[in-house]
Nanobody, 130 residues
């Protein structure tokens, strides 16, 4: 069965860290650019970060609000993309989703959040609170 599964969310204090994982089942994740999105209660879904796939343009992207705090990476041997989140803030509280870019190994430039995404995970909750 083809699926994406996120894990690693939880409750953390401000200033803490979490590492989210996005693991693909049934297909090779390395063939796709992969993005992380998040959605907080009452807010629009927001693109967080994107990483190109094997053979893509090699670029990564971050939304301004998380630059210098979050790092996206991938381990093709584990068929997994990670989002390392450091110095977390209460505003980072949201459900985090990963998704694969449709038919592309590249994120597609600065407009990557608006691209078409073929597969989505079920999401993992991140809560930042003291």
């Amino acid at each position: 069965q083809v699926s994406l599964v996120e894990s690693g969310g939880g409750l953390v204090q401000p200033g803490g860290s979490l590492r989210l994982s996005c693991t693909a089942y049934g297909f090779p994740l390395e063939n796709y650019a992969v993005a992380w999105f998040r959605q907080a209660p009452g807010k629009e879904r927001e693109g967080v970060s994107c990483i190109s796939g094997t053979g893509g343009d090699g670029n990564t992207y971050y939304t301004d609000s998380i630059k210098e705090r979050f790092t996206i990476s991938r381990d093709n041997a584990k068929n997994t993309v990670y989002l390392q989140m450091d110095r977390l803030k209460p505003d980072d509280t949201a459900v985090y989703y990963c998704a694969t870019v449709s038919f592309s190994r590249s994120c597609g430039g600065s407009n990557w959040p608006s691209k078409t995404y073929a597969r989505w995970g079920q999401g993992t909750q991140v809560s930042v609170s003291s």
